[in-house]
């Protein structure tokens, strides 16, 4: 539709008697049509030649490529990847299953089933519940970090991990004994330390801040 059709279009509802949201809303859209070419343009010889600078202009830049995988990227210390699950200091899930990171997540990709813990083990005595099952869909997930915010006992965190993949959903879908794993591996290869505190975020929450610069009053 060309410009001026739709501009008179504008103008007829403009002098319509209906002033309803609808109608009026409808003003404010303002169609625009394919330019007209002229003979360079038509030739795209303007635009061929515009695209081979480009290119010359290129091959003598300073060459930025990352050679992936073989050389992997600087993760900013604030980078929020895949999620772990901590465990205490007896290797239990640390989760208390307290709901709080399920009903701050946004997306609503976190799944806890909740249990009491064994009365008659010794070894969960100081514990009223245990998580059952924990699911997070990590195709969901926004990687906002507000779980690792809410949880009172630091016991879901956002890992440095970014190469996550899989071959179908279900995969996935991270489960109890999965994020377990990514935390026995990652705390291992001491890549992600534990980095939540009660009460103070951990570095993948916090704002980066240059410390170079000196602090407003
Ligand atoms: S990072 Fe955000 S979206 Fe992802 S599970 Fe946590 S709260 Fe939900
Ligand atoms: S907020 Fe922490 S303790 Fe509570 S259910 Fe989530 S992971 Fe478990």
Redesign the pocket.
């Known amino acids: 539709m060309s410009e001026s059709t739709n501009e008179s279009n504008t103008n007829t509802q403009s002098n319509g008697s209906s002033n309803t949201p609808e109608k009026s809303s409808k003003k404010s859209v303002r169609w625009v049509g394919a330019p007209k070419l002229g003979i360079m343009d038509a030739l795209y010889l303007p635009a061929i030649a515009a695209g081979v600078g480009t290119t010359i202009r290129r091959i003598f830049e300073k060459n930025e490529t990352r050679e992936y995988p073989e050389v992997e990227p600087d993760i900013p210390p604030n980078y929020?990847g895949v999620?772990r699950l901590n465990r205490d200091s007896k290797g239990r899930v640390k989760c208390v299953a307290c709901f709080l990171?399920q009903t701050?997540?946004?997306?609503?990709?976190?799944t806890i089933h909740a249990a009491p813990a064994p009365k008659d083990d010794p070894n969960w005595a100081d514990r009223d519940k245990f998580p059952a099952s924990f699911e997070?869909?990590?195709l969901?997930?926004?990687?906002?970090?507000?779980?690792?915010?809410?949880c009172p006992v630091d016991a879901?965190e956002?890992t440095s991990i970014y190469d996550l993949t899989g071959l179908t959903r279900e995969e996935m879908i991270y489960d109890k004994e999965k994020l377990l794993e990514v935390f026995d591996q990652t705390s291992q290869t001491g890549k992600d330390p534990v980095r939540t505190k009660s009460g103070v975020l951990g570095p993948a929450s916090e704002i980066l801040v240059d410390q170079s610069k000196p602090a407003k009053s």
Request: with cysteine.
């Open positions: 929020r999620h990171c701050a997540c946004p997306a609503n990709c976190i997070i869909d990590e969901r997930c926004i990687y906002c970090g507000m779980c690792e915010q809410a879901i956002l």
